[in-house]
């Protein structure tokens, strides 16, 4: 079963950026649609985009619209989440996600990763 791996995580002041990487173990990967979500501590998960892996749609949560923007490169089965101008209220466990049907949800989960913007 493919595996999703996160990585970019840190530590950012407010007005930083972060890259977040999201690396599928199988080259065989090809899902309808890769995800980001967000978690805080006590607080039900959060959808912040995605992408359709083969035309590269993306659509955003209203809260990161302008500010964070969803990329893939297909031959690398990689997905990325560029934040810039992080807030404070964007610190959160960030995981990607694949749904690989427009039938399905997101059934394959990334481990997380912490994403910290300090104030």
């Known amino acids: 079963q493919v595996q999703l791996v996160e990585s970019g995580g840190g530590l950012v002041q407010t007005g930083g950026s972060l890259r977040l990487s999201c690396a599928a173990s199988?080259?065989?990967?090809?899902?309808?649609?890769m995800g980001w979500f967000r978690q805080v501590s006590g607080k039900e998960r959060e959808f912040v985009g995605r992408?359709?892996?083969?035309?590269?749609?993306?659509i955003y949560v209203d809260s990161v619209k302008g500010r964070f923007t969803i990329s893939r490169d297909n031959a690398k089965n990689t997905m990325y989440l560029q934040m810039n101008s992080l807030k404070p209220d964007d610190t959160a466990v960030y995981y990607c996600?694949?749904?690989?049907?427009?039938?399905?949800?997101?059934?394959?989960w990334g481990q997380g990763t912490q994403v910290t913007v300090s104030s």
């Open positions: 996600a694949g749904r690989s049907s427009i039938d399905t949800d997101y059934n394959t």
């Open positions: 199988e080259r065989t990967f090809s899902p309808y649609a």
């Open positions: 992408i359709l892996w083969s035309g590269g749609q993306t």
